[in-house]
T-cell receptor, first 112, second 114 residues
Framework: KQEVTQIPAALSVPEGENLVLNCSFT??????LQWFRQDPGKGLTSLLL?????REQTSGRLNASLDKSSGRSTLYIAASQPGDSATYLC???????????FGKGTLLTVNP | DGGITQSPKYLFRKEGQNVTLSCEQN?????MYWYRQDPGQGLRLIYY???????QKGDIAEGYSVSREKKESFPLTVTSAQKNPTAFYLC?????????????FGEGSWLTVV
């Protein structure tokens, strides 16, 4: 059974700091990995999708890497802003059943 | 604008009642999904449908039912058999080939048992 773990569960940083969020998964037979953002009481917004054949994806101040063999992904946020405060979730799409498995998320607070 | 619309945003259910959550999408997506999210937890899949008139149970389907009569619509009924229905419910959709496409989410519906 695929399990996805996100560390840390919560993170508080001052504005302007660069930070890294971690995601690990137990089964490396995946199609892709996605990072999502969730604001309180809202739905999820896709940030980055990394195919299993890719090593990283970038969008603006966000960079996501994928090391499939070790079952790890990181989301790097550069020059953090208060508007980045949200919960960040990662999810992996398993090859055998086309199902997305989500981590519990990291609650990020960026203090002005 | 294209997107996924969930309604109602907030819903209260009395013991023994069935309630239905609506989900409509105008993204021309083939596949639709229902997830449940409990505080501090990841999303868990309830049901999904890859094509009209067909749907599959997810990981926590007991106490829930769905229908897929139209491509745009995938309503979820929370039945009285669901013993702990208080949660945040999220509807999502994607093109059928999820391996190459991202998944889009609605804004969610809060269900509370009173």
């Amino acid at each position: 059974k695929q399990e996805v773990t996100q560390i840390p569960a919560a993170l508080s940083v001052p504005e302007g700091e660069n930070l890294v969020l971690n995601c690990s998964f137990t089964d490396s037979a995946i199609y892709n990995l996605q990072w999502f953002r969730q604001d309180p009481g809202k739905g999820l917004t896709s940030l980055l999708l990394i195919q299993s054949s890719q090593r990283e994806q970038t969008s603006g101040r966000l960079n996501a890497s994928l090391d499939k063999s070790s079952g790890r992904s990181t989301l790097y946020i550069a020059a953090s802003q208060p508007g980045d405060s949200a919960t960040y979730l990662c999810a992996v799409l398993k090859r055998s059943n086309y199902k997305l498995t989500f981590g519990k998320g990291t609650l990020l607070t960026v203090n002005p | 604008d294209g997107g996924i619309t969930q309604s109602p945003k907030y819903l209260f259910r009395k013991e023994g009642q069935n309630v239905t959550l609506s989900c409509e999408q105008n993204l021309n997506h083939d596949a639709m999904y229902w997830y449940r999210q409990d505080p501090g937890q990841g999303l868990r899949l309830i049901y999904y449908s890859q094509i009209v008139n067909d749907f599959q149970k997810g990981d926590i389907a007991e106490g829930y039912s769905v229908s897929r009569e139209k491509k745009e619509s995938f309503p979820l009924t929370v039945t009285s058999a669901q013993k702990n229905p208080t949660a945040f419910y999220l509807c999502a959709s994607s093109f059928q080939e999820l391996s190459g496409n991202t998944i889009y989410f609605g804004e969610g519906s809060w269900l509370t048992v009173v």
